[in-house]
């Protein structure tokens, strides 16, 4: 079974940068699409950015233009590229495969961007 561990996370000021790893403990070269999730405090975990093998990468309103997710299937990860930080931004992040069940979540990464 694959698991996944998230990393990267950090307190950054409004602005800043922070780059999120995702490494699996197995090949990802498998699964089609990879995402990158969030859930701030109180609220349900969504869907902010996602990217297929083939490199077609897909983003929420909200982080467009801010975040880059890519990946390398060589390492088994994923990564997701924050620039100009906002506080809403700040959250748990996570990553799993979209359209495949069966990968229980990591611990996630925590993200907190301050005023």
């Known amino acids: 079974q694959v698991q996944l561990v998230e990393s990267g996370g950090g307190l950054v000021q409004a602005g800043g940068s922070l780059r999120l790893s995702c490494v699996a403990s197995e090949s990802i070269s498998s699964i089609d699409v990879m995402g990158w999730y969030r859930q701030a405090p109180g609220k349900q975990r969504v869907l902010v950015a996602h990217?297929?093998?083939?490199?077609?990468?897909r983003y929420v309103d909200s982080v467009k233009g801010r975040f880059t997710i890519s990946r390398d299937n060589a390492k088994n990860t994923v990564y997701l590229q924050m620039n100009s930080l906002k506080v809403e931004d700040t959250a748990v992040y996570y990553c799993?495969?979209?359209?495949?069940?069966?990968?229980?979540w990591g611990q996630g990464t925590q993200v907190t961007v301050s005023s």
């Open positions: 990217i297929s093998n083939g490199g077609t990468s």
């Open positions: 799993n495969a979209l359209f495949r069940e069966g990968i229980p």
